[in-house]
């Protein structure tokens, strides 16, 4: 690795290090926990010394990206501080593993503290595990109960409407009024099993969240049923079926960034199983329909 190259990528790394560093400091600022804030404050000064030390070796200051910044800032806000920094603090080097190592021994050579930096992104890592606390990641249960048991029965009983009804305004007014009813059930069954079970702390809000993310699924899954043509059965299933698998990589991802953990294998476990249940159901319609002879 020449010199040229070597420069442009601890020129990278020293951005990303001032990036991190304004973001920890804004972040940080919109934090009422004082414990959290206390350790995104630390963490910020030890990307300025992270900073510092490669600007020893470039000599040159380097601009941050006020646009990423403010994204990062922004997804803190709408999905959590957790998600916004996981997001944000990916393993330094990039390469593979052979390059990677390649790049750090070529870099020991004129920056000896980079052993220490690589260090010190661990610790990273570690303190960011333990200030998670937010309220959402808390009752992250009582949500995938309510989204895991949306997606499991209600495109199960959608793709079994959609074959015995063949009409988007009967298929909609059955999954309003089912929908509904499950929502209040869910949100019920949760809070008296979190009351039984704690004691009844915080069995409101864990009910709240369920019957919620319950719900939201609900709609989102109805919503072509609603506003596609009465005879469009057929797409609505198939745009349906779309939102739903949407659904469950959107949320597996947002829990694999959150949790580090693998979001294909949860993201198929979840697909598989809503999928074959909406594949059953769709050939319970048929047979109901054929073998009853009801023409709805």
């Known amino acids: 690795m020449n010199g040229q190259e070597l420069q442009r990528k601890v020129l990278r790394y020293q951005a990303k290090e001032i990036l991190e560093k304004h973001v920890y400091e804004k972040i940080a600022s919109l934090i009422k ?171 409101l809000k864990s009910a709240s969240y369920t019957g919620f993310a319950y719900l939201m699924t609900v709609m989102l899954l109805l919503l072509p049923y609603l506003v596609l043509p009465d005879g469009a059965y057929f797409i609505s299933l198939g745009i349906m079926l779309l939102l739903a698998i949407s659904v469950i990589a959107a949320f597996n991802y947002y829990i694999s960034v959150t949790r580090t953990i693998s979001f294909k294998k949860k993201f198929l476990e979840m697909s598989l199983v809503s999928l074959s249940v909406a594949a059953v159901s769709f050939v319970i319609g048929l047979l109901v329909k054929r073998f009853l002879g009801l023409d709805v």
């Open 33 to 203: 926990k004082d414990a959290d804030k206390a350790t995104l404050l630390k963490i910020a000064a030890e990307e300025q010394r992270h900073y510092d030390i490669w600007k020893r070796y470039t000599g040159v200051d380097v601009k941050y990206s006020k646009v990423r910044a403010l994204y990062y800032v922004l997804l803190a806000r709408l999905l959590g501080y957790t998600f916004a920094i996981k997001r944000m603090e990916s393993p330094l080097y990039k390469e593979n593993a052979g390059e990677a190592v390649e790049v750090i021994e070529a870099l020991e050579t004129v920056v000896p503290e980079v052993k220490s930096i690589l260090i010190d992104e661990e610790a990273h890592e570690k303190a960011l595990i333990e200030i998670i606390d937010e309220e959402k990641l808390r009752y992250v249960g009582s949500i995938v109960l309510g989204l895991n048991d949306a997606l499991v029965e209600f495109t199960g009983s959608l793709a079994g409407w959609t074959f015995a009804m063949q009409s988007n305004r009967l298929i909609a007014l059955a999954g309003l009024i089912t929908g509904v009813s499950a929502t209040l059930s869910m949100a019920s069954s949760e809070y008296l099993s979190v009351r039984h079970e704690e004691g009844g702390k915080n069995a």
